[in-house]
């Protein structure tokens, strides 16, 4: 039985973002988001789910920071909502919505719990998207001054900014596929979006610097791995060229400071318009990569593999390959000169239910997260510079397309009764945090 120890300060956390909790979408004078728009378009969430109450964090936010000392959690990820301390993106401030996490962080801190701030998790505010949204540069210098009004009420006390959580979903699937707000599906408005974000990051970090030189600013991005479904040299051209395309989109803008050529090849006409001056202000040195995990492609010749014989899928349908997870910080900590990485998000989902004791057994997270850390500690050994981790997620939570159906808390979320009920996996966790170590025999039941 092995045991795996963390270094001593090591930042073990949860994460959640704004519209899959806070709820309290039309109260205190918040403003519409893209998000609420969507969702209250029919046919757009599974169920016709909305996140108008989610899980009522808005109002619950005591309760949930005495959950999270409950967990022992020694930091919490969250992100603020665009639209609920600028109404229409821009111009009038909106005092109760900056009071509402200017209570929440005074609370952290007065439980000695980190605050990880996420400007962007996905929230843009209607009015910009009716002004053309990310495809506008605009949005970019407003997102600036959104990160700057955050930064002087709030970093005397929060030292971890984020500019943006996970540019290539926004890009890929609010606009390529459409299944996420704005809804749209056109390549050129995907990569000119892509582009504008990543001009709004270098934006975000210059406004964060100038205003807290101090503060630790960096970005999140969603990586899968991705590994060829045989051992011929055309399945392994095929992996690494699905690699360059989705997951190089961003991480070589940021620290190599060009778009990949095989973005160039597969985008053509529809590559963005760049201006003088973009790509240096996107490759600034950032002080930490945060990285969120899930899974893995398995690429062949014939495009991604769907189902790999003998392996284990969640309830999103992502094969559980925890060994693929270090890999991939090995790859990416290989290829890039990196700062320091924060997994920013990892965990899954799967069918919980509340048992006759009033329990919540889900040993399939435990063994998921507990695989996943083991291979985290195993990649830092091999010489990449973790700091923490933070859970996906510290309750279940509207699971955006997927409506409430998917659950991947560590707390389950009765949403009738608006009640948590910390899941196995919780308890487990909590004991992981206390001893900071990992054992690997522990967990199966
Ligand atoms: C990530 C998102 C997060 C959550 C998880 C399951 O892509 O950042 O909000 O939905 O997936």
């Not at 559980?320 to 997994?343: D, K, Q, T, W």
Request: charged share 25%; net charge negative.
């Amino acid at each position: 039985m092995a045991t795996y120890k963390f270094p001593h300060n090591f930042l073990w956390g949860a994460a959640t973002a704004a519209y899959q909790i806070e709820g309290a979408w039309n109260e205190d004078s918040r403003g519409e988001s893209i998000w609420d728009r969507f969702s209250h378009t029919p046919g757009n969430i599974s169920n016709g789910d909305t996140g108008d109450i989610a899980c009522d964090h808005y109002h619950r936010w005591e309760e949930d920071i005495a959950l999270m000392r409950r967990l022992g959690l020694k930091a919490y990820r969250f992100s603020t909502s665009w639209s609920r301390v600028l109404p229409n993106g821009r111009g009038r401030i909106n005092p109760k919505g900056l009071d509402f996490y200017d209570r929440l962080v005074d609370g952290l801190r007065a439980a000695n719990i980190e605050p990880l701030l996420t400007l962007y998790h996905w929230d843009l505010p209607q009015t910009l998207q009716d002004e053309g949204g990310w495809d506008n540069r605009n949005t970019a210098h407003a997102f600036a001054d959104y990160a700057a009004l955050m930064v002087k009420r709030l970093g005397d006390r929060v030292k971890y900014w984020t500019t943006f959580n996970e540019p290539s979903v926004i890009t890929f699937i609010g606009f390529l596929t459409g299944e996420h707000a704005p809804g749209i599906k056109d390549q050129r408005v995907a990569y000119q979006a892509a582009h504008h974000l990543m001009v709004a990051h270098g934006l975000g970090m210059q406004s964060i610097r100038a205003i807290e030189p101090d503060a630790n600013a960096g970005i999140v991005l969603n990586l899968w791995m991705s590994e060829p479904a045989s051992d011929s040299a055309d399945d392994l051209v095929a992996a690494n060229k699905f690699w360059d395309e989705n997951e190089t989109l961003f991480l070589d803008p940021l620290f190599k400071g060009y778009y990949p050529p095989a973005v160039y090849d597969m985008v053509g006409k529809n590559m963005p318009k760049i201006q003088d001056g973009d790509m240096a202000l996107i490759a600034q040195k950032m002080d930490y990569l945060g990285v969120n995990y899930y899974s893995r492609n398995v690429i062949g010749v014939n495009g991604k593999v769907a189902r790999i014989a003998g392996s284990e899928y969640t309830e999103m349908g992502w094969e559980v390959c925890a060994p693929a997870f270090r890999r991939m910080l090995v790859r990416i900590n290989n290829e890039y000169s990196l700062p320091p990485i924060f997994i920013t998000e990892n965990g899954a989902a799967f069918e919980d239910e509340v048992g006759a004791d009033g329990k919540v057994r889900d040993p399939r997270r435990i063994e998921y997260l507990k695989d996943h850390f083991i291979q985290t500690r195993l990649a830092m050994l091999d010489g990449v510079d973790v700091r923490g981790y933070m859970v996906w997620s510290l309750m279940d939570n509207f699971e955006w397309g997927h409506g409430f159906s998917k659950r991947f808390g560590l707390t389950y979320t009765d949403y009738a009764a608006q009640k948590r009920i910390v899941k196995d996996s919780g308890e487990w966790y909590a004991e992981v945090i206390r001893k900071n170590e990992v054992e690997e025999s522990v967990g199966a039941g």
